[in-house]
């Protein structure tokens, strides 16, 4: 079996990983040339990419990643499994899956299946990738959806052991679908429906969104009525049943739950309803980085001007080095806008917007600890006077106490 995946990254790459692995040789798509060069010399900064095994897989052959689309040729899966991020107006932003579909239909030479894994709203599959891709006058394609599931940094949940859902267009796709994914995934449920199918991810990460945004407006009150949303958390978290912890933060970040909820928003609002559980969650976790700096400057006595505060990890995550959508960015802008000086360390971003990572220091006033990967060295803060505030989304302490 020969497989293209589409789109090399976290998720792309996660893919063709596990299907290579399993005996399939896959082909690694991007239109990103130095993610290749990068990829095809054994090389990326995804967590969970065993960098030995790249190596070896690329060595036999069985995973090739290319920018040239002629090594698709052949293929009998076509995996989409590109960004859908939202547009400067926080709407959804498909324009890498139209051009996927559209080089499908224009350019590639026999028939196959086209799965997405793209995350984007109910109808997506039926109702823009396959009106595009059927225009081809080259081939005749099926089509399945199976939208992804993976967690960068999560080292218990992989690409194998999380299940799997999938859902056809035809008894035959959702067939073939099934079977391809199989081979390398130890569960995968069939979804009535691919309307279902792409519903159901979407649905995932806006029950996580809502949640996020309760547990923020419950830290806000809880400091309010003068009591910790944490121990609060904790004690709840006791009860057995009915009950899932969830920790307050400056916001969400990556790319699903900040996004995926606004797909929903999005298509509800097409059909004449106002998701507004949905829209206040999200107008909520976008505010909290406001409230965190007003917070900030409360407790440095009023006033920012002149106050250098760093910043303890900026991805949006602990331990990966994506910063797409994260929240420490408007975190720096709403503390900069308040006349702070601002810097910040990170070992795994390095570099971002034309800033650089500067090494942990206890000539500031205050320290905020935001991401706190695993290869953070705190000793220069613990072995110091400096002031630190814990902003990170858990429950684990580092030595200082939770700001929410």
């Not at 040339?33 to 995804?46: G, H, R």
């Not at 959702?174 to 199989?182: D, E, G, P, Q, R």
């Not at 009535?192 to 806006?206: D, G, H, L, M, W």
Request: aromatic share 8%.
């Amino acid at each position: 079996m020969k497989v293209t995946i589409f789109g090399q990254g976290y998720v792309g790459l996660t893919l063709a990983i596990g299907a290579a692995n399993s005996g399939i040789e896959v082909v690694g798509f991007d239109v990103n040339k130095e993610l290749i060069t990068n990829l095809s010399n054994s090389k990326t900064d995804i967590p969970g990419i065993d960098l030995t095994k790249l190596r070896t897989l690329i060595a036999k052959r069985s995973y090739t990643p290319t920018f040239d689309f002629e090594l698709s040729q052949g293929s009998e899966i076509l995996v989409i499994a590109v960004p859908t991020p939202l547009d400067s107006n926080r709407n959804p932003d498909l324009e890498a899956l139209k051009n996927v579909s559209e080089l499908i239909a224009t350019e590639f030479k026999s028939n196959a299946l086209v799965v997405n894994e793209s995350t984007s709203y109910p109808g997506t599959l039926r109702n823009f990738i396959k009106p595009i891709i059927d225009g081809s006058k080259l081939a005749k394609f099926q089509f399945a959806s199976a939208p992804e599931r993976v967690d960068p940094g999560n080292s218990a949940w992989t690409l194998q052991n999380t299940p799997r859902v999938v859902s056809g267009l035809t008894e035959e796709s959702t067939s073939l679908a099934i079977n391809f994914y199989s081979k390398f995934c130890d569960e995968v449920h069939r979804a009535p429906s691919v309307e279902i199918a792409e519903a159901s991810k979407i649905f995932e990460n806006t029950f996580r969104q809502i949640n996020i945004a309760l547990v923020n407006e419950f830290s806000v009150i809880a400091s309010s009525l003068g009591f910790s949303a944490y121990d609060a958390i904790q004690v709840a978290a006791t009860k057995p049943f009915g009950f899932m912890p969830f920790y307050p933060s400056i916001g969400v970040g990556g790319h699903c739950i900040p996004v995926d909820p606004s797909y929903l928003s999005y298509v509800s609002e097409k059909v004449g309803i106002e998701a507004k559980f949905i829209n206040l969650a999200n107008l909520t976790n976008l505010n909290m980085a406001r409230h965190v700096a007003f917070k900030v400057k409360e407790l440095l006595g009023g006033s920012l001007k002149g106050k250098k505060i760093q910043i303890l990890g900026i991805a949006y995550k602990a331990d990966v080095s994506d910063m797409r959508e994260a929240p420490s960015i408007r975190l720096i802008q709403e503390l900069r806008f308040m006349n702070a000086e601002v810097i910040w360390h990170d070992p795994l971003v390095k570099e971002h917007s034309g800033e650089k990572s500067t090494e942990l220091s206890a000539n500031i006033d205050l320290g905020l600890i935001v991401s706190p990967h695993k290869e953070i060295d705190l000793s220069t803060w613990m072995n110091s006077n400096v002031k630190v505030f814990d902003l990170s989304p858990n429950k684990n302490s580092y030595g200082w106490p939770k700001l929410l």
